[in-house]
Structure formats: C-alpha cells, structure tokens
C-alpha cells in the first residue's frame, strides 16, 4: 500500500523568506501523481501544485515549486518570498493511477506559520 | 457550478444512533471518496467509489458504510456512532481518467459523538 509522510508537523517562515516543505512517499508503481494541497483556517482545500511522476522536470506555480526526486521518493515543497497568506495546513498528496484504484493517499500536514 | 456539496455542515450524535453525511457533485465526476480529518493524523481515506456500483475500501472503513448508486452521490453511512467517530469529514471526487486531475473537496462536516 501507498503511504505519505511528512515529518514535519509545524514549520515557521519569516514573512518574504523561503520555507521548503518536506514529503516522503512510498510506492511501488512507476506512474502516479503528487500533489501539494493548503488548508486555510476555513477547511476549505486549495490545490498549490502537482507533479507528473513521468516529468523529470520540477513543477512550478509563481511562488511555489517542488523538488521531485523520483528514485529517493521524496517531493519537497518550496514557497519563496513567503506572505502572510501562505499560514495554512499544507498536505502533500499522491495518486495512484492504477486503473480501478486512482485513489488519493494524504500525508499528515505541516502547519506553516508566516511570521511578520 | 455548486461543486462537491456535503450536508450537514455540523451534527451532534449521541453513541449508538446512526446517520447519514450526504454528498453530492455536479462535475460529473467518476471518482469520489470520503475523508476523515483528526488533529495529528491528516486526512484518512474511509470509503471511495472509481463509478456508479463500484465502491471500496480506504484506509480506515471501520463502523462505516457507503453507496454509489448514481454518478452524483456518495452517501456515508454511520450504523452505530461511536466517540472515536468525532471528527471533521469531507467528500472529494475527481475525474478518473483525465491526466493530472486534482481532486475537489466539499466544505467539510463537523460530527461531534457524545
């Protein structure tokens, strides 16, 4: 079975500074994807980026990029001139592209404190 | 577009009573799964369903049941609650077969057992 593990409950950034999220996996399927998703206060869960286990090329989304190494099975998130905005709950996520599965595995979440 | 809508937003059970925590999509997604959130544990996946008639188990099905009879609703069933069932619940889908697709997830239900 697939398992997700972030090992970092609580991470603290200083406002437009970087912070590197970190995310382990553990899979023995060579097509998948990852994800990294934020939860605000209000539970809502907002998509930040995905990664294609096919690409070797990192993913990026203005601020935010990963660092996908396939073989260490490990999808780190960085975000970069950190805001304010940014303090969430940010889970890390893997999809099974199995057919009769595609179901999602989440990790534990890292709460990230902005500081001003 | 409503999206992944859950209902009820939040309940109060008392131990042993059963209910049901409705969801529904309009995306005509195949893919659709139920969550649940406790502090320190993330999100555990219960129950999911790749179709209409097609459901199986997650990571922690125990003390729940669900159907998929239609594309639109996945219902999550609790037979007999129990305190450990306190917990936040959400219902995401997504399309199955289209590369790359992220996962949509309701506002989430509060469920509190005393």
């Known amino acids: 079975a697939q398992t997700v593990t972030q090992s970092q409950p609580e991470m603290s950034v200083q406002e437009a500074e970087t912070v590197t999220l970190s995310c382990t996996y553990d899979t023995s399927e060579s097509d998948y994807y990852l994800f990294w998703y934020k939860q605000p206060p209000s539970r809502q869960m907002i998509l930040v980026i995905r990664?294609?286990?096919?690409?070797?090329q990192n993913a990026t989304e203005n601020r935010f990029s990963v660092n996908f190494q396939k073989a260490a099975k490990s999808f780190s998130l960085k975000i970069s001139d950190s805001q304010l905005g940014d303090a969430a709950m940010y889970f890390c996520a893997y999809r099974s592209l199995w057919v009769g599965t595609y179901k999602y595995i989440f990790g534990t979440g890292t709460r990230l404190k902005v500081l001003a | 577009n409503a999206g992944v809508t859950q209902t009820p937003k939040f309940q109060v059970l008392k131990t042993g009573q059963s209910m049901t925590l409705q969801c529904a999509q309009d995306m005509n997604h195949e893919y659709m799964s139920w969550y649940r959130q406790d502090p320190g544990m993330g999100l555990r996946l219960i129950h999911y369903?790749?179709?209409?008639?097609?459901?199986d188990q997650g990571e922690v099905p125990n003390g729940y049941n669900v159907s998929r009879s239609t594309t639109e609703d996945f219902p999550l069933r609790l037979l007999s609650a129990a305190p450990s069932q306190t917990s936040v619940y959400f219902c995401?889908?997504?399309?199955?077969?289209?590369?790359?697709?992220?996962?949509?997830f309701g506002e989430g239900s509060w469920l509190t057992v005393v």
């Open positions: 990664q294609e286990a096919y690409k070797q």
């Open positions: 995401a889908s997504s399309l199955q077969y289209s590369s790359g697709n992220t996962i949509y």
């Open positions: 369903s790749v179709g209409a008639g097609i459901t």
